[in-house]
């Protein structure tokens, strides 16, 4: 089993509609939960960054974290084309944990 | 620009020939690490290292493959005797040691095709 799971998708949406994109994982150490967006040909971005459990909210963007069950969401809100890109979860511990970062879900969203 | 500065961004090279790939952590930053990503698929953790250590290799291919971070100048990549599987695109990112999350960033990645 690995340590994070996350649907490669493709995951294809019309413009406007509500994302929801998620991970699992299996570590209990985990308490620090990330969020990147590549687009095409770029790096990985930080989109939103969370400690332990609850809810964050930037613009159109909510990460939620779920400790107990061990299952992380990231919400787009009306989302746009340009919102089209691979979104991966990350996640690390304390104490020099390595961060590990799921395989990515790829996000279409069309006009 | 302070963010994490990798170069080349496109390499090419010809099977049995050494690639070397650069990269320059944010400011601020000790720890580097560099990921490889193939086409279609997703990360994967290559090597981290501390200033003129290596501190976790454990996604390092046994041969060939060689990291550094020197106490000056950019951490550096090497392949030697580079064949069609190495082409990928290999990312550095870096991170701040007193970061209690750990948060990586990433550089543009540095694209290197085998031919």
């Known amino acids: 089993q690995k340590e994070v799971e996350q649907d490669p998708g493709p995951l294809s949406v019309p413009e406007g509609a509500i994302v929801s994109l998620n991970c699992t994982y299996s570590n209990s150490a985990f308490q620090y939960f990330m969020w990147y967006r590549q687009y095409s040909r770029k790096g990985p971005e930080l989109l939103m960054y969370?400690?332990?459990?609850g809810n964050k909210e930037d613009g159109r963007f909510t990460a939620q974290v779920d400790k107990s069950s061990k299952y992380i969401s990231l919400f787009i809100r009306d989302s746009q084309p340009s919102d089209s890109a691979t979104y991966l979860c990350?996640?690390?511990?304390?104490?020099?944990?390595?961060?590990?970062f799921g395989a990515g879900t790829r996000l279409f969203v069309k006009a | 620009n302070a963010g994490v500065m990798q170069n080349p961004r496109h390499l090419v090279r010809r099977r049995g020939q050494e690639a070397r790939l650069r990269c320059s952590p944010m400011?601020?930053?000790?720890?580097v690490y560099w990921y490889r990503q193939l086409p279609e698929e997703g990360l994967k953790f290559m090597v981290y290292?501390?200033?003129?250590?290596?501190?976790?290799e454990s996604g390092m291919p046994k041969e060939r493959f060689s990291a550094e971070f020197p106490k000056e100048g950019p951490s550096i990549l090497r392949i030697q005797q580079v064949v069609r599987g190495d082409s990928a695109a290999y990312f550095c990112?870096?991170?701040?040691?007193?970061?209690?999350?750990?948060?990586?960033?990433f550089g543009e990645g540095s694209w290197l095709t085998v031919v």
């Open positions: 400011k601020g930053h000790s720890h």
């Open positions: 990112a870096s991170s701040n040691r007193a970061d209690p999350a750990n948060t990586i960033y």
């Open positions: 990350a996640m690390s511990g304390t104490g020099g944990f390595k961060t590990i």
């Open positions: 969370t400690y332990s459990s």
């Open positions: 290292l501390q200033k003129e250590n290596i501190i976790d």
